[in-house]
């Protein structure tokens, strides 16, 4: 019997896991900060609603091209600004509410309305009125004539949604697509399920699951292990070799709107001199930076505009490599010694290694270049915002987004009169080749103006296992369409949409209560000692609260213009900063949060839109299992390997154990992780290489998830803890009454057990409580290598999104549990020695 249920708990802990069938699941590096495409400019949005869950009016296809969607036709009146459409009549949303004239008449005028946070509402603001002239026919009156009116239909930003259930479209979002929202579990996934009732062909797959790595090297390794089906945007390009020599794989390139460029500042001297810019143009071997940049991928361009469109003109010929014509044109602008600039690079790699290849390529034709690396909050707020930069590298997503230089606000302070005018006549044509004319002349205009230097298209790069079929190669758009995806060779099963609830936070506080009592009981502590100390955790929590608001809210980064990306409309900008409260005075915003954390209201996260105290409680119910887990381990290898290598320190084993617990000190634990998940993981297939399932999926699951991550956390910490132990155990062996007790007849086990281990215990417990500490609040590279949705990954992605809301919240939670954790060690000395029990009184 007890070998059967070694086997059975073998076969349910190391099993490895296995897909759910019917179902594909999909790695994406970016998390979305909502599902509701009509609020937010983020790529990630659309990555996962756009087609799939929401649709429009029209929709972009893998070619580019424009076809009907939810409207069956069109026409357009002849001076291009009345459209008249025709609806679709059998079309119904997944809350069973039916789709007619209303809803489109709602969507566009939400979308226009002054308080708009629609990241396009400027193209919508040329609506002059949108009238429902049937059940199912709509009249929009353009103030202007649009020609591209149909496309941006076609964009995430105009899906049409419902009155009903707008306001929840960014946690629960509600449409009209194949697939329906069934649950996201913020920080970890965000899963689809197929629409039954849908009104055109249904999909094959049964399930979409969006599984959130954000680190490359994880992602790696989630694919290797079997994980995800793939990833429609590899992230890292550098594993692409090893992939394509494993024959589970197939790699897909396709192109994208994407256009990195070397941006400049014209507005500023030198660069205000075109022959300065010119000059920058002949400087840059394009194809090396792309090659470091893009690992070779991706196609060189000679202005804003991706290679794909029937549009594009090859200008890549008029600034050819050519470094002593670029030394001429800077002699002829005065420099013929060059200048000194600084070239100011966000994190993406392909800017921090491209960035490397153009400083080195400008110092050779004589510009001293100075790399500064900044991050994306600092950019968008530095760079974006104020102008404040020489050179950048950034690449250019939106769909055809060239009318960005008609802009005399924009960051690249280009202003031109003859390219405006291009512009404006482009916004009124509709005729497909004489706005591809346009398109042309526009491209030529900036190319000769040296505006920028225009380095590639951004590839799309794809990495699927073979049985997955029918997936877009190229990105005409930001979005993943899988209404046409299967994975062969799987049948499908049947999902409900039922989310399961998460697990209160009360036994989480009642736990806490309840090890204050019973530390408290045992220590003897007296009434005024439990509340002289209580007062001066609240005053340290008071002082911390302060500290933790003025350092994160003097950091640089506007959160509403991060979070409504780079070509989004100044109002709506204006529009979510009123929105968020950010427009308050400093003292209003602090007085406001403490106020609200004293009562536990933590507010409500700018990028998630969604209480904070709710996305802590989700996070809490990872990582302090984890840091149990961990800490459990941690002392139950620790303590008994240190009392073992003091009681042997003069014989081999002694020895032996000391020199293991130096190398685990030495070795980092995201070493160690990445290591567990290669043998364990990718090699062994025993466990998954990251990601939580829930708590809903079963206990042995969810352990199963998190036992690696606890044994690369508790490892170095046993080790630290072994050594502390030995230290402390063999000054207390030294004591007289160890002496004694020998000489009483006792055992050197009895010795070490009964007498010596209560007092060596005293530095220890110390140890443990730092140790408890660092585990709860320490763990964010171990949680990041993972894909764990733990707190700290959850403060590092605030960090990165500036949800300034978030950071401050959870920092002063981590803050509470270090100076609690304090308390309690305080009150545990007295237990484990009875000699401090006047301390406690």
């Not at 609506?127 to 709509?138: D, F, K, Q, S």
């Not at 802590?616 to 009392?643: D, K, Q």
């Not at 009964?754 to 005293?762: G, W």
Request: no cysteine.
């Amino acid at each position: 019997m007890p070998r059967f249920l070694a086997i059975l708990a073998f076969v349910l802990f190391f099993a490895p896991a296995a897909f759910a069938s019917g179902a594909l699941n999909v790695g994406v590096q970016l998390e979305p900060p909502g599902l509701d495409p009509t609020s937010g400019a983020a790529a990630a949005i659309d990555e996962i609603v756009y087609a799939n869950l929401f649709e429009g009016l029209t929709r972009i296809n893998e070619d580019g091209s424009v076809s009907p969607l939810l409207a069956e036709s069109w026409t357009v009146s002849e001076d291009g600004r009345i459209y008249e459409f025709k609806l679709r009549e059998d079309v119904r949303f997944h809350d069973g509410t039916a789709f007619d004239a209303d809803d489109v008449v709602f969507t566009l005028n939400r979308a226009k309305a002054p308080g708009s946070s629609n990241a396009q509402r400027p193209i919508f603001e040329t609506i002059e009125r949108v009238e429902a002239t049937g059940p199912y026919a709509v009249r929009v009156i353009l103030k202007e004539p649009l020609g591209a009116f149909p496309t941006y239909l076609g964009w995430g930003d105009a899906v049409i949604i419902a009155p009903e259930s707008a306001d929840a479209n960014a946690t629960h979002p509600v449409g009209t697509g194949p697939f329906k929202f069934q649950r996201w579990r913020k920080g970890a996934s965000a899963s689809l399920v197929r629409n039954e009732d849908y009104w055109g062909e249904r999909p094959a797959l049964d399930r979409i699951n969006f599984i959130f790595i954000p680190d490359p090297t994880a992602a790696f390794a989630a694919l290797m292990a079997g994980d995800v089906d793939g990833f429609p945007n590899y992230p890292a390009a550098e594993n692409l070799g090893l992939i394509e020599r494993d024959d589970r794989f197939r790699i897909v390139t396709g192109t994208s709107e994407g256009e990195m460029i070397l941006a400049i500042n014209n507005g500023a001297p030198p660069f205000n001199d075109i022959r300065v810019r010119r000059a920058l143009n002949h400087a840059i071997d394009k194809q090396a930076v792309i090659d470091a940049g893009l690992f070779g991928f991706g196609a060189p361009i000679g202005s804003h505009f991706p290679p794909h469109h029937p549009a594009y003109e090859d200008l890549t010929g008029l600034y050819p490599y050519d470094p002593a014509q670029a030394r001429r044109l800077l002699a002829q602008a005065g420099y013929p010694d060059g200048f000194e600039t600084t070239l100011t690079l966000p994190p993406p790699a392909y800017a921090r290694r491209g960035g490397e290849i153009v400083a080195a390529q400008l110092e050779a034709v004589g510009i001293e270049v100075r790399i500064r690396n900044i991050e994306w909050a600092q950019w968008l707020d530095q760079v974006f915002a104020n102008k404040n930069y020489d050179l950048t590298i950034v690449s250019h997503t939106e769909p055809l987004d060239i009318d960005i230089y008609a802009r005399d606000d924009y960051y690249f302070q280009y202003h031109s009169e003859a390219f405006n005018k291009i512009i404006a006549k482009l916004r009124r044509e509709s005729d497909p080749a004489r706005r591809d004319a346009l398109y042309r002349k526009a491209q030529e205009i900036i190319a000769k103006d040296a505006v920028n230097i225009f380095i590639a298209s951004s590839p799309k790069i794809a990495v699927w296992s073979k049985d997955v079929t029918g997936v877009w190669a190229n990105a005409p758009v930001q979005a993943n369409d899988f209404t046409q995806a299967d994975v062969t060779g799987r049948a499908a099963i049947a999902s409900g949409d039922h989310a399961p609830r998460m697990p209160p936070l009360w036994p989480i506080f009642v736990f806490i209560i309840a090890a204050f009592a019973i530390v408290a009981i045992f220590a003897k502590a007296s009434p005024a000692f439990l509340a002289s100390r209580a007062l001066s955790m609240a005053l340290t929590l008071f002082a911390a609260s302060l500290i933790i608001f003025l350092l994160i809210e003097v950091a640089p980064g506007d959160p509403a213009a991060f979070m409504m990306g780079l070509n989004a409309d100044p109002a709506a900008i204006d529009a979510l900063r009123e929105e968020l409260s950010l427009n308050q005075s400093l003292i209003a915003r602090y007085a406001s949060w403490i106020g609200g954390v004293m009562t536990g209201d933590f507010g409500v996260s700018y990028t998630y839109r969604t209480p904070v105290s709710e996305l802590m409680a989700e996070r809490l119910w990872v990582t302090l299992p984890l840091a149990l887990m961990a800490f459990a381990m941690s002392t139950l290898i620790g303590v008994p390997a240190g009392l073992a290598a003091a009681a042997r320190r003069h014989e081999r084993d002694g020895k032996a154990i000391v020199a293991t617990a130096q190398a685990g000190v030495a070795i980092p634990n995201f070493w160690l992780a990445i290591l567990l998940v290669m043998v364990f993981a990718v090699s062994l297939r025993w466990f998954s290489a990251g990601g939580f399932p829930g708590w809903e999926a079963g206990l042995f699951p969810a352990l199963k998830a998190l036992f690696l991550p606890a044994v690369a956390l508790a490892l170095p910490q046993a080790a630290i803890l072994t050594q502390i132990m030995r230290s402390a155990t063999i000054e207390t062996l030294r004591e007289d009454y160890i002496r004694t007790a020998r000489a009483k007849g006792l055992t050197r086990r009895e010795t070490l057990i009964r007498h010596a281990l209560r007092n060596a215990l005293i530095p220890v417990l110390t140890i443990l409580g730092l140790q408890f500490a660092f585990l709860l609040a320490g763990g964010v590279i171990i949680e990041n290598v993972f894909y764990l949705p733990g707190l700290g990954r959850m403060v590092f992605q605030a960090i990165a999104q500036r949800d300034l809301i978030v950071v401050e919240s959870v920092v002063m939670v981590l803050v509470f549990a270090v100076v609690a954790i304090a308390f309690l060690i305080d009150l545990a000395y007295a237990i484990v020695d009875p000699r401090l029990h006047g301390d406690a009184r």
